[in-house]
């Protein structure tokens, strides 16, 4: 019976023991919510007395950026105006317009974190946009590389839009130059592609920076044919056909060769042509001027023939009319 009994306070002790120890971890959670709750409290408490101290500055700081804004589009206004009559090409315009208003607006934002006292936040956009442009500059080293090549082709005066260049084993008129790429369009109208970098280290012949081109003339005549006569009727056609040369002095003739059948020679004159289009135009019309010129005082343009005999050998017989 006093065992029992025993057992019995014991249980009743470690019920209300563990009650009790229950109730100090229920207290224990609701101070610590408490002191939580209490420092969100004093945080957000700081922030606003924070705020309410630095509400000036922020005022003043959104001012700043505002007037750097106003700043950035007249800068960039200017700067087109400036350029227009400077910088033919309208993309690095375009770009250079831009940069001046970017250069605008973050040297506003930087002033803006001054006033703001931020400063070490402003350290660490200075050092990371550092480490970025590091980083870009090595990933991206062929494409600056050909936008560098295109801005300093856009302010060479050695050539412009609309001038017919020979280069990189193309020859057209300059289309475009962009910050990547210089574009052509070839007599056939083809359009090449090329990367400005090629163009700054390969030799360029720009016909536009003369007003006339060399037209030249390859052909030939019998051997039977009076070459004095030859001379002065080929001359002449050129002379009667274009208004722009004037005396046949201005026209050269040079015989070269003694072909298998003709004597061949070179004729050439200057005339005014900015474009390889318009010179293949003006050889075409010399040609035909020419051509009439020979039919008409009898003069032979050979051209091989061949007879073939079929007797009771094959025999072929070259011969020339």
């Not at 919510?33 to 959104?62: C, G, H, Q």
């Not at 973050?106 to 660490?124: N, Q, R």
């Not at 050909?146 to 050695?158: A, D, M, P, Q, T």
């Not at 001359?235 to 201005?250: G, S």
């Amino acid at each position: 019976m006093f065992y029992i009994l025993w057992i019995c306070i014991f249980k009743s002790m470690t019920i209300f023991q563990d009650q009790t120890t229950t109730q100090n971890a229920e207290n224990d959670n609701n101070i610590g919510v408490r002191d939580s709750l209490t420092l969100v409290y004093d945080k957000i408490d700081s922030w606003f007395e924070n705020f309410i101290t630095m509400l000036p500055n922020l005022v003043v700081a959104v001012i700043v950026i505002v007037l750097f804004y106003i700043l950035a589009k007249f800068l960039r206004r200017l700067t087109e105006k400036l350029l227009a009559k400077r910088v033919s090409q309208k993309s690095v315009r375009s770009l250079i317009t831009k940069l001046v208003a970017l250069v605008a607006i973050i040297s506003g934002i930087f002033i803006a974190l001054s006033i703001l006292d931020l400063d070490k936040a402003l350290e660490t956009i200075i050092a990371g946009a550092g480490v970025s442009g590091l980083v870009i500059g090595l990933a991206m080293q062929g494409t600056l590389s050909n936008s560098v090549s295109g801005i300093h082709l856009s302010f060479r005066k050695l050539v412009r839009i609309g001038d017919w260049i020979q280069t990189n084993g193309f020859e057209g008129e300059v289309v475009a130059i962009d910050l990547d790429k210089f574009i052509l369009r070839e007599a056939d109208n083809n359009t090449v592609i090329i990367p400005n970098k090629m163009i700054l280290e390969n030799p360029m012949k720009n016909f536009g920076l003369t007003s006339t081109m060399r037209v030249m003339i390859n052909c030939g005549v019998g051997y039977e044919s009076d070459l004095d006569h030859v001379k002065l009727v080929a001359k002449q056609a050129i002379v009667d056909y274009f208004d722009q040369v004037e005396h046949t002095d201005q026209v050269e003739f040079y015989y070269m060769e003694f072909g298998d059948s003709s004597i061949n020679f070179l004729l050439r004159f200057y005339y005014e042509v900015e474009n390889g289009l318009q010179k293949l135009v003006t050889t075409s019309q010399a040609i035909m001027a020419i051509k009439k010129a020979f039919d008409k005082e009898g003069i032979n343009i050979p051209f091989p023939m061949r007879t073939i005999q079929f007797n009771n050998k094959l025999q072929i017989d070259s011969s020339d009319v």
